[in-house]
């Protein structure tokens, strides 16, 4: 099982069977708030009937279309439509079935760029400590979780640095929002600059708002200043939106919401509401024809997989949008925002808390590690949270809260509540 203590969970088993709007149910038929839209990607809520009709509807008339010199309807039609939420000019889209694969994706895409514009020598990633960029090698190269990677280190990419991660409890401790400390962090990229020299550097990668390594929300100016410092040295930047893609953040993208524009973003997750697996890659117009205009005749970039924009998964992103679009889902986050931002604070003072955080739909409390056991206490706080009822995201000793958009203020308030409880009662 992905990232799962195996063992453990055989002895074990927590098996969800069904689910709908806010809830799911389990084998043992209880239903179980969801706290963390799945895994950060059930942002309109469980069970959208628009969504099944649609997957259905296009399993009916088209099973599976090549894309490798053919094509259908269906991700030209996705494409068209994704182009209108992202930022201006952002409206090249290279469909994938996963973020790891859109990462890998989008990396390749930085090496194509440099390479077409005459600079086949910036070939130097830079990645963040503490980033996750999904399991494939390049994602786990630039990527800065050590467990991801320590296994692998013998074969990870030949030329990559790190940035350090923006995570500052001395200055930042239970901000509200982004924390007003840290811009300077970005300038870490100068030393990068110094040691390797900017004209080697192909891309700078980040998360937005770093998720999966529990929650870290970038300090105000960060991003503006990596933006900055990437143009002085025409160095890509590339925001990996898996988790902030489709209103997590309280509009459509990170990249809106913090009104930074990179020059590639990663998307999955969100992009259909996790009902069919799907990524993107979404390239500012220029990459795309720069690639494409200096290539010779023929294939212009060796690179694409079998089930690139499938039927069923642009069926399900097409529908996926729609309801976003007309719910107002990205609004609906960012009105509902103040109201997680105060239910996740009132645990401010819990027992173990170190830090609460957040950002938009996203909240994180962390927890002080029990000595000698990293881990160990959220991710008790995790079990029993879920015996309890309610499903959250346990990484490393933190505990993430990222409902679907749909959530209600009293399901919000179950969902700090129970984790309130929970805390008074871990050891
Ligand atoms: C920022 C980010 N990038 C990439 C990925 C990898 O996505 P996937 O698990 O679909 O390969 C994730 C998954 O959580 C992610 O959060």
Known sequence: ??????????????LLVSAEGMHYQDADGRQILDGVSGLWCVNAGHGRAEIVAAIREAAGILDYAPGFNMGHPLPFALAEKLATILPEGMDRIFFTNSGSEAVDTALKMALAYHRAQGEPE????VGRQRGYHGVGFGGISVGGIAPNRQAFEAQLLPH???LVHTHDLTRNAFSHGQPTHGAEYADDLERIIAQHGGSRIAAVIVEPVAGSTGVLIPPVGYLDRLRALCDAHGILLIFDEVITGFGRTGSAFGATTFGVVPDLMTLAKGITNGAVPMGAVCAARRIHDSVVSHAAPGIEFFHGYTYSGH?????AGLATLAIYEHEGLFERAAMMAPTLEQAVHTLDDSPHVIDVRNMGMVGAIELAPRAGAPGARAGEVFMECFRRGVLVRQTGDTIAIAPPLIVSAEQLHEITGTVRDVLAAVA
């Open 122 to 125: 910036r070939v130097l990633f």
């Open 1 to 14: 099982m992905p990232f799962t203590n195996n063992r453990a969970f055989k002895s074990a088993p927590r």
């Open 160 to 162: 990559l640095d790190h």
């Open 311 to 315: 039927p069923l998964a642009a069926a």
